[in-house]
């Protein structure tokens, strides 16, 4: 991997608070009802709630589990419970799970949807209006989960939507809070209409999208409205076809950061396109076999305030067309990094590196 650099960051420094670290492990170890005799049980609420912060697990959303923090420091005295369940930031990452579609004949108790359900609401009731990180986890309808969170949509800044087979659009303008929204499809050949439909009416705060496992061409993004996507500043997506990524940069005027694997095809040709806003852009391309040469990918494109640029291409690399983008775009770039599938020579890696100033 070749990268290049106008200047070298400083490591970042993250501090933590010792003693109260090792509280938390001595929390999260201590199960026994009865230990009360410990100092700990007599800590003020103040400091005890920094260590039930602590306790929590550093997964991006917490699993519903009795064993596990938040759930588990409820279980231990009737003072820790009534510290726990009073503090919000304790519950504002949960992950649901609702995987069956027969939920009301399931006969083990543990698959239960409505005691479940139950158990999210209250989980949900005790974030006291904090914002809130969910991840949904689906079978195929999200009725049931729709229904347990409405109370909450004004919460939700942050929202995860993962399924097997999407039958039924996650309708989202009504998340007027949302800013952050992930979907990931389990099944690749599951069709797209329902998710279509989810992405065409967007809340008017979503500023981030980032789909996993779904394949997007000019045809599906020309459903999506300018106004839906106009707000959105990040995007992580993957396209087929050079029209659907100059497509992107149409839909997104606002965009700052593109993260997108493509696969080019010998039969697109490029579009002329200028994106003013976009500052990063991260991709990856594979292209056919037959291929001989860069298929237009950089000859449509003029990105005047690009700073850092990362690419990996399966293919001759266009070497040509990529120094007459960079002329064209005129960019304050900062950092170039070739994936190692980007074959170069050393004469074409001092090309790239005059376009970038050195401090």
């Known amino acids: 991997m070749q990268t290049y650099n106008s200047n070298v960051d400083s490591p970042s420094v993250s501090a933590t608070t010792g003693e109260l670290q090792n509280l938390a492990d001595i929390i999260q170890s201590n199960t026994s009802r009865t230990s009360f005799s410990s100092p700990i049980h007599h800590l003020p609420t103040e400091i005890l709630s920094e260590i039930f912060l602590y306790c929590l697990p550093e997964d991006e959303h917490l699993m519903y589990a009795s064993r ?81 969170l409405q109370p909450y949509i004004r919460q939700i800044s942050s929202l995860s939507l993962g399924f097997l087979s999407c039958h039924d659009p996650f309708m989202l303008e009504d998340f007027h809070a949302l800013k952050e929204l992930t979907i990931r499809k389990y099944m690749p050949d599951d069709p797209l209409q329902a998710i279509n439909k989810s992405l065409s009416k967007l809340p008017v705060n979503l500023r981030r999208i980032n789909t996993e496992n779904m394949w997007f061409d000019r045809k599906q993004l020309n459903f999506f409205s300018d106004s839906a996507w106009a707000r959105l500043t990040h995007i992580e997506i993957d396209v087929d076809g050079l029209g659907a990524f100059t497509r992107i940069l149409r839909l997104c005027p606002d965009l700052s950061s593109l993260k997108m694997v493509g696969m080019l095809h010998l039969a697109h040709t490029a579009e002329s396109v200028t994106h003013t806003n976009l500052k990063s852009l991260c991709m990856s391309w594979s292209t056919p076999p037959t291929s001989a040469g860069g298929l237009g990918l950089f000859k449509g494109i003029t990105l005047p305030n690009l700073r850092v640029l990362e690419t990996s291409y399966t293919g001759p690399w266009p070497h040509e067309d990529f120094i007459e983008f960079l002329m064209r775009s005129k960019c304050p770039l900062e950092r170039l990094v070739l994936d190692s599938t980007v074959r170069v020579t050393s004469q074409q890696r001092e090309e790239y590196a005059a376009f970038i100033p050195s401090n």
């Open 68 to 148: 596990r923090a938040p759930m588990l420091l409820t279980r231990i005295c009737r003072r820790w419970r009534e510290v726990a369940v009073g503090l919000p930031m304790l519950w504002c990452r949960l992950q649901l799970e609702f995987w069956y579609e027969d939920w009301q004949g399931r006969a083990l108790s543990q698959d239960d949807w409505p005691t479940r359900a139950f158990g999210y609401d209250s989980w949900l009731k005790r974030s006291a209006g904090c914002p809130l990180s969910l991840r949904l986890e689906c079978g195929a309808h999200w009725n049931e989960l729709q229904k347990l």
